[in-house]
Every structure is written in structure tokens, then in C-alpha cells.
């Protein structure tokens, strides 16, 4: 399988609108992606197999810290280690900036995401109650670089 990492820019937007619905139960909309594509505080990293986009990880860089918007692999293409290389290249790219840290949320009953941020070093720091719908929790995990 050939794969590779590209910078995402608006002419992956259709790409990324297609990969986010197959991802999410409440995906992020085509004017949400357009506005951060636009923006040039972010960052975006696709993975793409046979030229097509089957993972891909979002930043936004704000003063010293990095918060990541958004991470998804499509389902077929799941525990390949793509999420991986994609925090990889962002840890490149946060140090690069010289960044101190950073930053997520994600769902408290996300297993899968929690394994993968732990494994990356990612250490929870604080909790929104009823985040999600106000049913479900908001951990928030960071990465501090320096430590
Ligand atoms: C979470 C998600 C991004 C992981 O992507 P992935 O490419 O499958 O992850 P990787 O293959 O890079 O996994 C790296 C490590 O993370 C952990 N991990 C990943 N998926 C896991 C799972 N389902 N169960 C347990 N651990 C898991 C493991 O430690 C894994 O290493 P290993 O495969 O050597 O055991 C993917 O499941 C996904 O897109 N889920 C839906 C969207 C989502 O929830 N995004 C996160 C929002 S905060």
C-alpha cells in the first residue's frame, strides 16, 4: 500500500468533508473546514493511500500552544498507525514553532482515542462536565514538550 503525508489545503475540502461523515456520528460541517483551511493559525495533515484521503489531523497554533481541532483514520484504514504518524509529524511541526505544548479534548468514553493520546504521551489535565451534548465528559489531555 503506498501511502503518504501531505499538507491539506481548500482543494482537499471535498476529500475532507467525505473522510469527516464516514468518521463521526457528528461531523464537522464543509463551512467549519473552509474557515479553518482559510485560516493561517492552522495546520493540516492528511494521510492519503493509493491518492486517496483516509486519515487526517488538524492544529490550531495560538501564541505557545497547540491545540489539536480534529483527529480521524477512515474505519477500513484503523490500527495501521496512521493517527501515529500524523501526531508525529504535528510534534515536528509544534517544535518547529517552537510550541510548549499540546492540547485536545476528547470524549471521556473514547477508548480508542485515550489509548492512542497516552501512548503518545498526552497526560490528562482536566475534565468538562457534560461537554458532549451535555451528557458526556470532556478530558482534556496535554502534551508538554520540554518536560
Ligand atoms: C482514534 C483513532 C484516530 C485512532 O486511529 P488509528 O490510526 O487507528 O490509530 P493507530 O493505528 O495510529 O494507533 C496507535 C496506537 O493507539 C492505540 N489505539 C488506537 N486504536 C485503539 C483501539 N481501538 N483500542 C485500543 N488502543 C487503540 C494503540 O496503542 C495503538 O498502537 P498499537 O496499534 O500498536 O496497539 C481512530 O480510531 C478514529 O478515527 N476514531 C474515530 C474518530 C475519533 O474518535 N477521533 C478522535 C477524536 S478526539
Known amino acids: 500500500m503506498m501511502t503518504q503525508i501531505k499538507e491539506l489545503t481548500k482543494d482537499h475540502l471535498q476529500a475532507l468533508v467525505v473522510l469527516e461523515q464516514a468518521c463521526f456520528a457528528h461531523p464537522w460541517s464543509e463551512t467549519m473546514f473552509q474557515g479553518d483551511l482559510e485560516s493561517p493559525l492552522t495546520v493540516y495533515r492528511g494521510v492519503f493511500s493509493e491518492g486517496t484521503l483516509v486519515a487526517y ?3 490550531w497554533c495560538v501564541a505557545d ?6 483527529v ?7 490500527r495501521k498507525g496512521f493517527a501515529k504518524q500524523l501526531i508525529e509529524a504535528l510534534i515536528v511541526i509544534a517544535k518547529e514553532k517552537k510550541l510548549t505544548s ?3 479534548e476528547v470524549r471521556e468514553h ?3 482515542a485515550i489509548s492512542l493520546y497516552e501512548a503518545m504521551g498526552f497526560e490528562q489535565v482536566g475534565r468538562r462536565k457534560g461537554y458532549y451534548e451535555g451528557k458526556e465528559d470532556a478530558l482534556l489531555m496535554t502534551l508538554f514538550f520540554g518536560r
Open 57 to 59: 489531523m488538524g492544529m
Open 65 to 70: 500552544e497547540g491545540q489539536i481541532t480534529n
Open 72 to 78: 480521524a483514520v477512515h474505519p477500513d484504514y484503523r
Open 102 to 104: 499540546l492540547t485536545l
Open 110 to 112: 473514547n477508548e480508542a
